[in-house]
């Protein structure tokens, strides 16, 4: 049955434009990815081109990636030209959590740091709740409606 309606989800996620958003907040030195609809590795090599060129831009700010509006939808080979575009452009350590709510989101993450292990500084963990994600990357929990409304931002940009 759960398999079911992910796969019904997935099909209404098909119809959903692809989101790809950023937003910087110097204040408490972080980047917030946003993404929506069904993601490939096209879409996120794209909003990493605009990150870059973003004037607030710092590669040592930390990285807090938005996925649970998100269908993973890349391979093992889109992984790799995630991780190859990161190595080349943005490969600085850092902490990057990543909120997800499915099992495919999940996945996608993991395979991200299993393959990135070896080429990448970045340190990566994956959470379900913002809470969790923000004592993480080691900000005061007194920020989370700044970075909640920063996403819903995001959301409707």
Partial sequence: ????????????????????????????NLIIEYFA?????????AEKNRMIKD?????????????RDASMDYSIEGTKEIIEWIARNHNYS???????TSPDQV????????????????????FSTLEQ?????????KVQPIIELAIENLKSE
């Fill in 1 to 28: 049955y759960a398999g079911l309606l992910v796969s019904q989800a997935k099909r209404l996620l098909l119809n959903v434009q692809k989101v790809c958003r950023h937003k910087i907040l110097p204040e408490l």
């Fill in 37 to 45: 609809g069904p993601i490939d590795a096209e879409c996120v090599v």
């Fill in 55 to 67: 004037p607030l831009f710092d590669q040592s700010y930390n990285v807090l990636d938005d996925f």
């Fill in 94 to 100: 850092r902490k990057a959590a990543h909120l997800t």
């Fill in 107 to 126: 996945v996608a993450t993991t395979l991200f740091d299993k393959l990135k292990s070896t080429e990448l500084v970045i340190n990566l963990k994956i």
């Fill in 133 to 141: 994600a923000i004592n993480w990357i080691d900000l005061d929990a």
